[in-house]
């Protein structure tokens, strides 16, 4: 069973006890210390070459930032997206960051990052920190910039149907010791009509209907790209409508090829369960909303497969206290992160306090979801920034109501929620037990 154990002996609750007064510097120290695994990112290894963001107009055409233009520009969408990249980055920062204060998080983000890496932050142009990303050499830059967050790997998001994702990996891309793999599955999953000529096409005997030894191939397709990528999980986004089980492709995608492959290779099964897709295309991939989540699914999928191992990422608030209790009765559920829109630190404060009160340290607090290279400088800063106090007043309390803690035990706990319950979770370093193939 997919449970999380202390290391043994690596804390003792005897050390020197941290007093009242140092609580807040040390958890501070250790949270800056710890090197953060960021386990879900839309970020590429260099071997997938083009395909990684990095830069400064790749960071003000964020989506999250052209969700934000929309409501201080006058342009119409149909015009933004005739600009070339360059014009739109400098509508963006004359816009968000010239004509108006960048107080939101997205925009501060910006910021961040530019100070980060020394550059102007008044700027009335992007000459500056054009000049500088130019001057970067992608490997040292990525090296800086992981070195700037606080991290030691980061988790991708990999396409097999993506047609220019897909042929990189067949022509075999080179693993990257710092970038783990993730097989994502929302064509196959969520849009199986659309898509399934393209597993045709690839030499697999599938019909639309799901028909045949349709399922069987499905298997076949997962088992060639597992070995193809060796991802540390497979996962899918769902929408808010999403019910387990049902009678859908979808629902027979699920039960009779997805779950039955992550049992066969040993590994877990993501889902970001809450998604409105699509509310108003015209703005493209900020155009998605949110909506409540049905949460039986989640329990009806952790009770019929016992033997899999479940991350799960809700993106509504109005789920997380059902997805804490729902933590609390299996231990196959993972939850993790504040997703998207529940990345803001009032929001990610709530849901954390929630989660460390109903759960303990048995969660993962948080992910990038970083699209840019340099999103994850200002990411993590925030992140860091925002557990700070809610890890301090977790100790202070337990210290108020008869246990003080030393220095190393706060040190396995904060590496335990950036670190080691991912580790185990998906096996990375050997450290959870195999289970048998399916
Ligand atoms: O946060 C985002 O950038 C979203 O657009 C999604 O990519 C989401 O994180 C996802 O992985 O589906
Ligand atoms: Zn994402």
Not at 111 to 121: E, M, Q, R, S, Y
Not at 339 to 366: A, C, D
């Amino acid at each position: 069973m997919a449970t999380i154990t202390e290391a043994p002996r690596s804390a003792s609750a005897s050390a020197t006890p941290v007093s009242a007064e140092q609580l807040s510097q040390v958890v501070q120290e250790e949270l800056q210390n710890v090197p953060i695994i960021d386990m879900h990112t839309h970020l590429f290894m260099p071997s997938l070459g083009r395909l990684g963001l990095w830069g400064i107009d790749e960071l003000l055409t964020y989506h999250y930032l052209e969700a934000e233009l929309f409501r201080f520009s006058q342009m119409k969408p149909a015009n933004y997206w005739s600009l070339t990249k360059q014009e739109q980055a400098d509508l963006i920062w004359r816009t968000l960051f010239v004509e108006n204060t960048p107080v939101s998080e997205s925009t501060r983000g910006v910021i961040a990052v530019l100070k980060a890496f020394g550059l102007g932050t008044t700027n009335s142009d992007l000459n500056e920190a054009r000049e500088y990303f130019q001057s970067r050499k992608l490997d040292a830059h990525i090296r800086h910039v992981f070195e700037l967050a606080g991290i030691s790997e980061v988790v991708m998001t990999n396409d097999p149907l993506d047609p220019e994702e897909a042929p990189l990996w067949e022509k075999g891309a080179a693993p990257d010791k710092q970038f783990h793999p993730v097989l994502r599955l929302d064509r196959i999953i969520n849009k199986w009509p659309q898509h399934w000529e393209v597993l045709k096409g690839k030499g697999y005997n599938v019909d639309q209907d799901l028909g045949g030894k349709s399922v069987a191939e499905v298997r076949r397709f997962l088992a060639d790209w597992y070995g193809r990528m060796k991802p540390v999980y497979m996962a899918c986004s769902l929408p808010d409508t999403f019910e387990y089980p049902e009678d859908s492709f979808r629902g027979r995608l699920l039960q009779q090829a997805v779950i039955p492959s992550c049992r066969e290779f040993n590994i877990p099964l993501s889902l970001m369960i809450g998604v409105r897709y699509q509310v108003n295309p015209a703005i493209k991939l900020a155009g998605d909303a949110v909506g409540k989540a049905n949460l039986r699914a989640v329990e009806h999928l952790c009770v019929e497969f016992p033997d899999n191992r479940f991350l799960i990422s809700v993106l509504s608030r109005e789920n997380q206290h059902e997805l804490c209790v729902y933590t609390r009765k299996f231990a196959n559920l993972l939850p993790f992160g504040c997703w998207w829109f529940l990345n803001q630190p009032s929001i990610v404060e709530e849901i954390t306090r929630e989660r460390i009160e109903m759960v303990g340290f048995s969660f993962i607090p948080q992910h990038s979801d970083a699209r840019v290279l340099e999103q994850v400088v200002y990411k993590w800063k925030n992140t860091r920034r925002t557990m700070a106090p809610i890890v301090t007043n977790t100790y202070r309390l337990l210290a108020e109501d008869g246990r003080q803690v030393s220095r190393e035990e706060i040190r396995r706990g904060i590496n335990r929620l950036f670190r080691t319950n991912f580790e185990r979770w998906v096996n990375l370093r050997g450290g959870h037990e195999r289970h048998s193939a399916a």
